[in-house]
């Protein structure tokens, strides 16, 4: 098996080769994927929060900044979790357009 550097196979190449370029853009997509995922999870856990305490005497928050705060939150979560799906499906046809 030869090892290839930021470039695509070509027809002899092996099936099994692994383009470090692609792998590092596949891994860099799911990384920020994560990333957002995880900070839509703690704009979720912060609101929560908030919005648990709001009988607390002296609170100020604001309910419906709360709920949009929430919905903002679940809708980061579904783009990242889109750009994951993506990523992996991307990364599914380039090996199979290797076999």
Known sequence: MRVLTNRLPVAHDSPSVFCPKE???FLQSLGSAASGIRAAVE????ASHRIANVATPGSETNLVREMVSLK?????VKANAAVARVADQTMGYILDVRR
């Open 23 to 25: 792998g590092e853009l």
């Open 43 to 46: 704009k979720i856990d912060v």
């Open 72 to 76: 903002e939150a679940e809708v980061a």
